[in-house]
């Protein structure tokens, strides 16, 4: 059955019920009618929207729903709501041009970078909530995102400077001898 209307059987009046746009059946005045809202994955449902029938508060909040056929045609619509996927902050500490930080799902693999630090080598990562590296001893890398909030360090050492180390002394160089006098 498509649209909304009535059928006349015999002396039997038979009514259309509508369900998200779709034809579920024809039903007597005073037919018990059951519909059941459809699961939407990643949604809530909101509650129905109805026309043709007058139903309580606690009836439009019901997934499944059992009504009273009335004398015309009814049309139900589920209403459902998005779920926001649950975001944790990330944030990487590194040097000049370290990137990564923002807001992620669990599972998601975020690129990070630990960036450039003058005077310094990259010993590796360090995570202070758990999560996993594809290689934690690469600057530039993945990062598995764990159901919680994660800071990212990057390591460095201070690269030994020459200024700090004494010269060398210079091997000996002998004078020029005179020549003896004969």
Known sequence: ITGTGSIQIG?????????????????QPGDPVTITAKERPGCTFQGWTAEGITLSQEQLQQTSLTFTMPSGPVTLQSNFEAIAPTTYS??????????????YEAGTKV??????????????????????????????????????AVTLTAQWQKNSSSSNRRPR?????????PPKPT
């Open 11 to 27: 002396q039997d009046s038979h009514y259309a019920v509508q369900v998200d746009g779709k034809g579920v059946g024809l039903y």
């Open 90 to 103: 990330l944030t990487v500490h590194g040097g000049t041009g370290a990137s990564g930080s923002g807001t």
């Open 111 to 148: 690129a990070i970078s630990a960036g450039s630090k003058n005077g310094y080598r990259f010993l590796g990562w360090t995570s202070d909530g758990g999560g996993t590296f594809a290689d934690p001893s690469k600057t530039d890398t993945t990062f598995t995102m764990p159901a919680n």
């Open 169 to 177: 002394p210079s091997s000996p160089t002998s004078p020029e001898t």
